[in-house]
């Protein structure tokens, strides 16, 4: 039934539809305060670049380690 109705209305009155149900959406959306996105992206930051120094201690392990096999 769903089908046949959304086939009538064609492809701007779909649009149309899908459009009205995302700004439906989008207002009950809890956004975060701007103090809130500065902490998450403070700790994004953190997070990332203590990943990156770790990874690269293990790169500098494994070369070590490779070094001492291939010699």
Do not use: H, N, Q
């Amino acid at each position: 039934m769903a089908e046949t109705v959304a086939k009538k209305k064609g492809i701007f009155g779909r649009a149309k539809d899908y459009f009205k149900g995302v700004f439906s959406e989008m207002k009950k959306v809890s956004w975060p305060s701007k103090k809130d996105t500065y902490k998450y992206t403070l700790v994004v930051i953190i997070v990332c670049a203590a990943f990156a120094v770790l990874f690269w201690l293990l790169d500098e392990v494994f070369l070590f380690l490779l070094g001492l096999i291939v010699k």
